[in-house]
Nanobody, 126 residues
Framework: QVQLVESGGGLAQAGGSLRLSCAAS????????MGWFRQAPGKEREFVAA????????LYADSVKGRFTISRDNAKNTVYLQMNSLKPEDTAVYYC???????????????????WGQGTQVTVSS
């Protein structure tokens, strides 16, 4: 119903930047809350950031607040994650996700998201 494809991952040095993109297709993109999650080896998938359907509201994990910025362009069916001041602990596979409802500060649970991309690897060297 919704296909999500991430891109923009790669290798960065600590303190550097990367911009991830998530292109959506299949259903009306603007109807969905969009989020980013990440998963490091041996760890559970964790919330990174989310943006409401209008783009007017955002939510960030404390670990990335002030460094990462989530945004969306509904006309392009694309969600972005600008990652600045990268740290080695940011190394993970990053997943784009789409959900039906915005719950403000509670929009950080994996169970709220119905569709997932295949992920893109981000590696940050020290």
């Amino acid at each position: 119903q919704v296909q999500l494809v991430e891109s923009g991952g790669g290798l960065a040095q600590a303190g550097g930047s990367l911009r991830l993109s998530c292109a959506a297709s299949g259903r009306t993109f603007s109807n969905y809350v969009m989020g980013w999650f990440r998963q490091a080896p041996g760890k559970e998938r964790e919330f990174v950031a989310a943006v409401s359907w209008s783009g007017s509201s955002t939510l960030y994990a404390d670990s990335v607040k002030g460094r990462f910025t989530i945004s969306r362009d509904n006309a392009k069916n694309t969600v972005y994650l600008q990652m600045n001041s990268l740290k080695p602990e940011d190394t993970a596979v990053y997943y784009c996700a789409a959900g039906a409802s915005w719950y403000g500060r509670d929009s950080n649970a994996r169970s709220l998201y119905n569709y997932w991309g295949q992920g893109t690897q981000v590696t940050v060297s020290s």
